[in-house]
C-alpha cells in the first residue's frame, strides 16, 4: 500500500493555526456585506498557512513561537482606569481618540464625532452597511495571497475602525487610535482593521498607536489600508509600544491616485516579535511616498521591517530612511524593495536603512533590493550595519566627554536623524524620549541650550 | 610643561616619526612646519590619543605626567586640546550640548561646579562675538553643514570655551580665505596667556604673519631639524624645505 | 515622450562575431546520464578509485537534488536526458606536444576568434592551457613554469601525476553536494585546469585558458583548481567564445581556489558565450559555482569578470574568508543585451578576525535583458573588525530592459563594519549630448561612457585583457542606445 503525499489539508496543523481553524469553525463568514471577503481571507489563511522558513519573505523571520501558542478571540476585557490609560497614551497630543482593546472599540473611552468632513465609524457598522465605502477599499488593497497574515486578519474582519474624509476636507486634529493589548487570561488574537478613504485633495493626520500593559501573551495582527484619492496628503504614524512578551504583526497597505502623497513614519519600540509590512502602491502620475523608520531593539526582541513600493506609474517618487539600533540579544531584519514597472519612467527612487549593531548577541539582517523594469530612473539604495563613527567617537573624547557619554550621545544622534523627520511634535518627543530612555548618558541630548534656559 | 622625548611613532604599520624631541613651556608659542608627510598632524594626534597611533619608543611628559599613559578624554579633562585639521560632521549632536557636556566635564575635573544653562550660554554667547559666530549656529549639529572656514572657527571658539592649557591647532589655517584667517588668528591670540601653552602646526607661514610665535621648529622624516626664531619661518618661505630635508639625511 | 533616437533598433542589431562551428569529429557519449554513464567517464580518463567513488556520491545525491528557483531567469526546463556528458577531440588519442601536432583546424579556430595563440602566448609571457570542448590540445610554457615549481596542467593530467594533490583539495571548496549544478559538475566533469604553486613561489607569468563550446548538444562541466601555499602568488586567465548554435548548450563549471597563509590568487574573467540572437534563440547555459578560500592568515583572493556573453548567467564567484586578516575582491562587469538574463554577484563570508572584502559590481542592461546583482555578505560572530565595502550600480539603456539589485547582509559581529550601496539610472544624456557635441559618433560615445562605468573594474584586470574586455563590452553593447 502506498501512501499519499501529504497535501495542505492533511498537513498537521500548529496549535496556533488549529485555534484560529476553531474560531473560524465557530464564527463562520458572518452574513453582513463582508461574507465572502471573510470567506477568501479564510480560504487564503488555510491555503499558505504561518509562514515558514522556506518563504523569502520570512528568511529571518521564523513564527515558531507564535504557532506553539493557541489563542482565542478577544473577549470583554474591563476598561483600564483613566490614569492608566493616562500612562499610555501620548502626551500632549491634542487629538480625537478612539481606543480599542484586544482589537475591538470601547465607544465610551472614545470620540468619534468627527470634525470638518472627517467621518469615524466603527468598521463593523460600515460592514453592514450596503455600498459603503469600506466595503469596496476593505480586501482591495492589502493581498491575501502574499501576506497570510494578511488574509488571517480578513478571515476575521469586523474589528477596527472606517475612516473617511471628504473631498478637499482637512480636519484640523489629529486622528489617534490607542489599540491597547491587554491581559484576557489566556492569549488573545486581534485581528483589527482600518480603513482609510481620503477622498481627493483632503488631508488627515493619523497615528495608529499600538500599546499595552502587562506580561501579555496576545497576538496583534493588524491591516491598515489606505486608499489617497488625487491630490490627498495622508501623514501616517505606526508607534508600536506593546509590552516585550507579546506578538504584534502588522501591514500597512496604502493606493496612491494621482498626485497624493502619504508620510508614514513607523516606529517600533515594543513586542518579543514584531512584524510589519509596508506595501504601497503609487498608482498614478505624481504620487509620492516617504517612508521613515526607527526601530531600537534590545533584550531578546525581534524586528522585522518589510517595505515595499510599487512605481506603477510614470513620475512616482518614493524616499525611505529606515534606521535602527540593535543591541543585547536583539535582533532587526530590515527588507525593502522598489519595484519600477514596466514603462514606469521618470521615477525616483531612494532608500537607506543604517544600523547600529551595539552588542555581541545581537544580529542585523539588510536586504535592501531594486527590481527596475523601466529606463528613465534615479534609483538608489544603500545599507549599512556597523558601529559608530570612530572619528566622532575621537572628537568627542578629545573634548573631554567620557566614552559612555559620547557612545550614548553618538547612538541618540544616530536615531535622531529619523525623529526629526516627524512634524508632530507631541510624537516626536515621545520618540526622543524613548530613544534618551534607552540611553541613560544621553538625556537631553537633542535640545538646545535655549530650551533649557 | 610638554616634553617629548625620542618619540616613534608608527600608522597602519609604517613608521611616520624618528625619534623627536620637543619642549615647551608655559607661556610660549611654537610653530611646527614641515613638508607633507613630514609627521606634522601625526605628532598631534599622538599627543591627542588617537587610536592607531602607535607610539613604539619615547615618552611624552605633560605636567609632570605621563601623557601617554591616559586615555583621550583624561587627557582633555588636564587641558590638552587638538584643534582638528578635518574636524568631523556629527549630525544629530548639536553644537551647544556637545560644549556644555565638554565644558562641564572638563569642570568637573577640575572640581569646579557645573555651570547652569543661563551661566553657559551667557559664556558661549561672549565667545561666540569673539569669533564673529551667528547664534544660529549653536543649535546645528556639530560641524554638520559648515563651511571649511566656519569649522575652523567653530575649533577655536571651542578652544575659547574649554581654555586648555596645551593647545595644538593643526594645520588650522588650510582652508581659510584671509578674512576667515584674520578673525581665526584673532581668536587664537587673544587666547595667548602666561599659563597657557600653543603649538601650531601649518605647512605655509602665513598664519605665522598673525599668530607670532616664540619658536619655529622644522619637521622632516619624522623628527624635528631645525630650530629657530620667527626668520626662520621666513627663510623656510623662500627656500622651501629641500635645503632642510638634505641637511637631515647626512 | 521618448527619448530614444530612431536608430537604437539598428544599432542593437549587431551580430555575435564568432558565431561559427568547426567541423571536427568528436568521441562522444551517447546522450542521458546514470551511474554507467559516470563510471563510463571515469574509465575513459583512468580515474583512481576515489574519485569514481567521489562522482558517484555526487550523482546520488544528485538524484535528490532539485533545481534551484530562486534566480532572476527564466528558461525551458533542462532535460537532462537529453545532454551528452563526455566528448573529446578524436586528436587526443595522439596527444599533441606541441602547437605543430595540434589540428590545423582548431588553431584556425583560433584564429577566427582573433587570438592568435603562439604569437600572443609568446608576444605577452603567457602560458595557455587551451580547452577545446573537454580535453586540453595544447599547453605551452611547461618548462618555464615547472623550473619554479609551478604545477600547470589540464586536471585529468593533475589526477594521473598528482593525485594526492587532488584528493586533497578537490571538493574542500565546494563539496560534491553542495548546489544542483555543481553536484552534477562533480558526477561527470570532464576536464579543466589544475594550478599548484608551491611555498614562497611567485607565478613568473599570467595563467591563462581559453574556453570553447563547440559539438552540440554537449555539456560543458569544466572543473577549475587553484591552490596556492605559503605565499605564493598566482594570477590566473580565463576567457571564453562560443560559436552560433540554436540549442541551448548547458555549461556547469566548478572553479575552487585554495590559498593558504599569506598567498594571493588573482582570477580573471572574461566571459563572451554565444548569447542566442536578438530573439532569445540558442545561447548558452551558464551556471556556474566558483569559490575561493583563504583559508590561511593574511591571504588573499581577488575575482574579476567581465561577463558579456551567455543567454542566461548564474554565477557568483565567492570568498570564504577563513583566515585572520584575510581580502576578498569581487569586481565585475556584467552586459545583458538583447534577450541576455544575468543573475550574478558575489559572497562574502567574514569568518576570521579582521578580514576585508570589497565588492564593485557594474551591471548593464540593454534590449529586453535582464540583469540582477545578488549577493550576501555575512559576518559571523568572531568575525572581529571584520569590513565590507559594496558598491553596484546599474546602468540602464532603453525602455524594455530591467536591473535588479538584491544583496544580503547578515551579520552577527558589533565590531563589523557592512556599507552596501547602490545606484540605478539610464545612461547619461547629457554626456552623451556633451560628447556628440564634440564630435564623437554615438557609438563612440556610448563607448566611451560605458567605459568609464566600468573603469573600477577594468582597472583590476590583467593589462592584456583589460584591452580585450574593452572591446568586448563595444562589440556587445553596440547600438544598445542612442
Not at chain 2, 551667557?122 to 566656519?150: C, I, P, Q, T, Y
Not at chain 2, 571658539?157 to 584674520?182: F, N
Not at chain 3, 546522450?31 to 583512481?48: F, M, T, W, Y
Amino acid at each position: 500500500m502506498t501512501t499519499a503525499p501529504a497535501t495542505r489539508d492533511q498537513r498537521r496543523l500548529s496549535p496556533a493555526e488549529a485555534s484560529f481553524a476553531a474560531t473560524w469553525a465557530d464564527r463562520g463568514p458572518g452574513n453582513d456585506g463582508a461574507t465572502a471577503l471573510r470567506a477568501r481571507g479564510f480560504a487564503a489563511f488555510e491555503a499558505s498557512g504561518l509562514p515558514a522558513g522556506r518563504r523569502e519573505a520570512w528568511k529571518y523571520t521564523s513564527l515558531r513561537a507564535l504557532a506553539r501558542r493557541e489563542f482565542r478571540p478577544a473577549g470583554p476585557v474591563r476598561a483600564p482606569r483613566p490614569e492608566d490609560l493616562a500612562a499610555l497614551d501620548i502626551e500632549g497630543l491634542d487629538g480625537l481618540r478612539a481606543v480599542f482593546i484586544n482589537g475591538r472599540l470601547v465607544p465610551e473611552l472614545s470620540d468619534l464625532d468627527g470634525d470638518d468632513g472627517l467621518q469615524i465609524v466603527p468598521l463593523s457598522d460600515a460592514l453592514a452597511e450596503r455600498g459603503h465605502r469600506a466595503l469596496e477599499i476593505a480586501g482591495s488593497i492589502a493581498c491575501v495571497d502574499t501576506h497570510p497574515l494578511a488574509a488571517l486578519n480578513q478571515a476575521f474582519v469586523g474589528d477596527g475602525v472606517f475612516i473617511g474624509v471628504s473631498p478637499g476636507a482637512a480636519p484640523s486634529r489629529p486622528l489617534h487610535l490607542m489599540f491597547l493589548s491587554l491581559d484576557g487570561g489566556s492569549p488573545v488574537a486581534a485581528h483589527p482593521r482600518v480603513v482609510v478613504d481620503a477622498a481627493p485633495e483632503s488631508a488627515l493626520v493619523l497615528i495608529e498607536h499600538y500599546t499595552g500593559r502587562g506580561e501579555i501573551r496576545n497576538l496583534t495582527n493588524a491591516v491598515t489600508e489606505l486608499r489617497l484619492g488625487h491630490g490627498a496628503v495622508v501623514e501616517h504614524y505606526r508607534l508600536q509600544e506593546e509590552p516585550a512578551t507579546g506578538f504584534h504583526i502588522g501591514g500597512l497597505h496604502g493606493w496612491l491616485e494621482r498626485d497624493a502623497r502619504l508620510i508614514s513614519h513607523n516606529l517600533h519600540f515594543g513586542a518579543a516579535l514584531a512584524r510589519l509590512d509596508v506595501g504601497v502602491s503609487l498608482a498614478e502620475p505624481g504620487a509620492e511616498v516617504v517612508l521613515n523608520g526607527l526601530y531600537l531593539v534590545d533584550g531578546k526582541r525581534h524586528v522585522d521591517n518589510h517595505t515595499r513600493v510599487d512605481h506603477l506609474a510614470p513620475e512616482t517618487r518614493s524616499d525611505e530612511l529606515y534606521r535602527g539600533v540593535v543591541d543585547d540579544r536583539g535582533r532587526a531584519v530590515f527588507n525593502g524593495k522598489a519595484v519600477v514597472h514596466p514603462d514606469a519612467q521618470k521615477i525616483e527612487a531612494h532608500q537607506s536603512n543604517r544600523n547600529l549593531l551595539l552588542s555581541r548577541e545581537a544580529e542585523v539582517d539588510t536586504k535592501p533590493e531594486l527590481e527596475i523594469y523601466a529606463d528613465d530612473v534615479k534609483c538608489s539604495h544603500g545599507a549599512t550595519v556597523g558601529q559608530l563613527d570612530r572619528n566622532a567617537l575621537f572628537y568627542l573624547l578629545s573634548r573631554g566627554i567620557s566614552r559612555k557619554v559620547a557612545r550614548d550621545m553618538l547612538t541618540f544622534a544616530f536615531a535622531e536623524t529619523v525623529a526629526v523627520r516627524i512634524p508632530l511634535a507631541a510624537v516626536r518627543r515621545r520618540i526622543e524620549a524613548r530613544i534618551a530612555g534607552a540611553l541613560p548618558d544621553a538625556r537631553m541630548i537633542g535640545h538646545g541650550v535655549e530650551d533649557e534656559a | 610643561m610638554l616634553k617629548v622625548t625620542n618619540l616613534h611613532a608608527r600608522v597602519d604599520d609604517k613608521a611616520i616619526l624618528t625619534g623627536l624631541d620637543l619642549e615647551i613651556g608655559a607661556g610660549e608659542v611654537h610653530a611646527i612646519m614641515g613638508p607633507n608627510g613630514s609627521g606634522k598632524s601625526t605628532l598631534a594626534n599622538v599627543l591627542a590619543g588617537r587610536d592607531g597611533y602607535e607610539v613604539t619608543e619615547g615618552t611624552v611628559e605633560y605636567d609632570g605626567q605621563d601623557l601617554l599613559a591616559l586615555a583621550p578624554e583624561e587627557r582633555a579633562r588636564r587641558g590638552v586640546f587638538l584643534a582638528f585639521q578635518y574636524p568631523v560632521e556629527i549630525p544629530g549632536v548639536n553644537n551647544a550640548y556637545l560644549l556644555k557636556a565638554a565644558l562641564n566635564a572638563i569642570r568637573a575635573h577640575r572640581g569646579e561646579p557645573e555651570l547652569d544653562a543661563f551661566e553657559f550660554l551667557a559664556l558661549v554667547k561672549e565667545r561666540m562675538e569673539l569669533m564673529h559666530m551667528d547664534e544660529s549656529f549653536l543649535n546645528r549639529g556639530v560641524n554638520e553643514g559648515f563651511s571649511g572656514g566656519e569649522k575652523k572657527r567653530n575649533e577655536i571658539l571651542q578652544m575659547a570655551i574649554l581654555e586648555p592649557r596645551l593647545a595644538v591647532l593643526d594645520e588650522t589655517d588650510s582652508g581659510l580665505d584671509i578674512d576667515a584667517l584674520k578673525v581665526v588668528a584673532a581668536g587664537v591670540n587673544s587666547l595667548r596667556d602666561p599659563e597657557r601653552a600653543i603649538v601650531m602646526v601649518t605647512h605655509y607661514q602665513r598664519l605665522l604673519d598673525y599668530i607670532e610665535p616664540d619658536y619655529v621648529h622644522v619637521l622632516s622624516g619624522g623628527r624635528i631639524v631645525k630650530t629657530g626664531d620667527r626668520t626662520l619661518a621666513l627663510e623656510l618661505e623662500d627656500r622651501g624645505y629641500d635645503w632642510l630635508r638634505e641637511a637631515a639625511s647626512v | 515622450m521618448s527619448t530614444r533616437s530612431p536608430d537604437v533598433q539598428d544599432l542593437i542589431a549587431k551580430k555575435y562575431k564568432h558565431g561559427f562551428v568547426t567541423d571536427i569529429d568528436a568521441d562522444t557519449v551517447p546522450p542521458g546520464l546514470n551511474e554507467d554513464v559516470v563510471r563510463l567517464i571515469s574509465a575513459k580518463k583512468c580515474e583512481p578509485a576515489f574519485l569514481l567513488e567521489w562522482r558517484l556520491k555526487a550523482y546520488r545525491h544528485w538524484l535528490n537534488m532539485t533545481e534551484p528557483q530562486w534566480a532572476h531567469v527564466h528558461h525551458a526546463p533542462i532535460d537532462y536526458q537529453s545532454i551528452s556528458y563526455y566528448s573529446a577531440p578524436k586528436s587526443r588519442d595522439d596527444g599533441p606536444k606541441s602547437l605543430d601536432e595540434v589540428d590545423p583546424k582548431l588553431l584556425e579556430t583560433y584564429e577566427k576568434l582573433g587570438i592568435p595563440l603562439h604569437e600572443r602566448a609568446i608576444l605577452a609571457g603567457v602560458a595557455v592551457d587551451a580547452v577545446f570542448d573537454s580535453v586540453s590540445v595544447a599547453t605551452t610554457f611547461k618548462e618555464k613554469l615547472s623550473e619554479a615549481g609551478v604545477i600547470f596542467c589540464s586536471f585529468s593530467e593533475a589526477v594521473k601525476n598528482h593525485p594526492d594533490l587532488v584528493e586533497a583539495y578537490l571538493g574542500s571548496v565546494v563539496p560534491y553536494s553542495d548546489n544542483f549544478f555543481a553536484t552534477l559538475n562533480s558526477a561527470v566533469f570532464s576536464d579543466g585546469s589544475f594550478v599548484y604553486v608551491p611555498k614562497g613561489v611567485r607565478c613568473p607569468m599570467e595563467l591563462s585558458t581559453y574556453f570553447r563550446i563547440n559539438a552540440a548538444n554537449t555539456g560543458q562541466f569544466e572543473r577549475t583548481l587553484i591552490v596556492a601555499e605559503e605565499g605564493s602568488h598566482v594570477s590566473y586567465l580565463e576567457g571564453c567564445t562560443a560559436p552560433m548554435r540554436d540549442e541551448n548548450q548547458l555549461h556547469a563549471a566548478v572553479v575552487e581556489l585554495v590559498a593558504l597563509e599569506g598567498a594571493q590568487i588573482k582570477y580573471s574573467t572574461v566571459q563572451n558565450w554565444y548569447p542566442g540572437d536578438e530573439n532569445g534563440v540558442g545561447g548558452i547555459y551558464n551556471f556556474v559555482t566558483k569559490r575561493g578560500d583563504c583559508r590561511g592568515d593574511n591571504s588573499k583572493i581577488s575575482w574579476t569578470q567581465v561577463e558579456t556573453g551567455s543567454a542566461i548567467t548564474w554565477k557568483y564567484p565567492s570568498c570564504i574568508l577563513r583566515g585572520h586578516n584575510s581580502v576578498g575582491e569581487f569586481y565585475s562587469v556584467a552586459v545583458a543585451n538583447n534577450c541576455q538574463q544575468a543573475d550574478t554577484g558575489t559572497k562574502m563570508i567574514h569568518i576570521g578576525r579582521n578580514t576585508r572584502s570589497t565588492v564593485v559590481s557594474k551591471g548593464i542592461s540593454a534590449g529586453r535583458a535582464q540583469n540582477a546583482y545578488r549577493g550576501l555578505v555575512k559576518v559571523l560572530p568572531g568575525a572581529e573588525a571584520a569590513r565590507n565595502y559594496t558598491q553596484c550600480d546599474s546602468l540602464l539603456m532603453g525602455d524594455k530592459c530591467g536591473a535588479h539589485t538584491f544583496p544580503y547582509v547578515e551579520v552577527k559581529e558589533p565590531t563589523a563594519q557592512v556599507e552596501h550601496e547602490a545606484t540605478t539610472s539610464k545612461i547619461g544624456e547629457d554626456q552623451l549630448f556633451y560628447c556628440l557635441q564634440r564630435g564623437l559618433s554615438e557609438e563612440d560615445a556610448v563607448n566611451m561612457i560605458v567605459n568609464g562605468f566600468c573603469k573600477e573594474v577594468f582597472r583590476e584586470l590583467p593589462m592584456e585583457f583589460a584591452v580585450e574586455a574593452q572591446n568586448l563590452l563595444s562589440v556587445s553593447l553596440e547600438g544598445a542606445i542612442g
